[in-house]
């Protein structure tokens, strides 16, 4: 059978109460879709849009990799001696606080980004803020994407939501993606209800105000759309990033970390996530020159969710360089 049928077959084994969505991108670019015409939160792989949003900046020269982020923070700086570079947010190498964003429930309190970074009510995560040495071990932590938010913002003068768009979901033909909190709202027959611990979160979803690290709705075709775009780039076809930089997207940036904004495993690239009620996946696998995405509406069906990993891995993965 073709990974469709396979996939098909692997979610009714997991029996009802289950919405997943899903996406497959061939060499050619063309795209094929299964499950409900919905629209999720991409949860981490947030970190991945921004990160070639970021480097489309770093590519006109309006910030550099290496230099020290506290040259480009204004509204806030990050505090503590020693030097920390765009490049290591970028890779999870700065050494910054431990945490994951768990959002805000409907009709809670949402703090501000400059509360977020401070750790002030009534933001629910500590402070960001330096802990290792930079530079020397990879560190996941949503920190990191929090502090790129603020740079971002404080080099462009534009909210993240409109330079994301112009930067990254216009280009990239992202039309049905946007980091604007408003965005499931607007477009609440399509949005997908997350559920945790089985049962429905309160009020559909949390919103997030982190939004580099977790704050992108999108969709699995548009979310395939984006690693096809990578691939382009690395391959040195691509209208939008060169390929040197696309090189470091796909470059452990310390032994066994991460890429910039990018996952890496042996013959893949991509990201993982998870928020409350979700999570998903998107890979590409350039030796087939295909691309896949999943999201579901349910935080707690992890194993579910690598199956589909292994079960992509299995119809598409070719021996690579990519994360070995």
């Known amino acids: 059978m073709g990974f469709e049928d396979d996939w098909h077959a692997l979610i009714e084994d997991v029996g009802e109460g289950l919405t997943v969505g899903v996406a497959v991108g061939g060499p050619g670019g063309d795209i094929a879709t299964g499950g409900g015409d919905l629209v999720f939160p991409a949860c981490s792989i947030s970190k ?15 910030i550099e990799l290496d230099s020290d982020v506290n040259a480009y923070l204004s509204a806030w700086r990050l505090p503590g001696t020693g030097t920390v570079t765009v490049r290591q947010v970028l890779a999870h ?4 606080t431990e945490n994951w964003f768990p959002g805000y429930a409907a009709g809670a309190p949402v703090p501000s980004l400059p509360q977020v970074l401070t750790g002030e009510p009534p933001a629910n995560s500590p402070a960001a803020r330096r802990e290792l040495p930079p530079g020397t071990t990879f560190r996941y932590s949503g920190s990191h994407y929090a502090v790129l938010q603020q740079l971002l913002t404080d080099v462009t003068g534009s909210t993240f939501e409109e330079l994301m768009a112009d930067l990254v979901l216009t280009p990239v033909g992202m039309t049905d993606s946007s980091f604007d909190q408003r965005f499931p709202y607007e477009n609440q027959a399509r949005a997908a209800r997350g559920h945790a611990g089985g049962k429905p979160v309160p009020g559909g979803w949390h919103t997030q105000p982190e939004l580099a690290a977790a704050g992108l709705w999108s969709t699995p075709a548009d979310l395939v759309r984006l690693e096809l775009e990578i691939g382009r780039a690395a391959a040195g076809t691509s209208r939008l990033l060169p390929a040197d930089l696309a090189a470091e997207m796909l470059t452990p940036q310390v032994p066994g970390g991460f890429g910039l904004g990018t996952q890496l495993d042996p013959g893949r690239y991509g990201h993982t996530g998870q928020n409350t009620g979700y999570s998903c996946f998107s890979f590409a696998w350039p030796g087939s020159g295909t691309a896949v995405a999943v999201m579901m509406d349910a935080e707690d069906r992890r194993d579910t969710l690598f199956a589909l990993v292994e079960l992509a891995q299995r119809h598409f993965g070719t021996s690579g360089a990519v994360g070995s």
């Open 48 to 62: 991945h849009v921004a990160a070639f949003g970021a480097l489309r900046l770093v590519a006109d020269g309006t």
């Open 93 to 96: 190498t700065a050494g910054l």
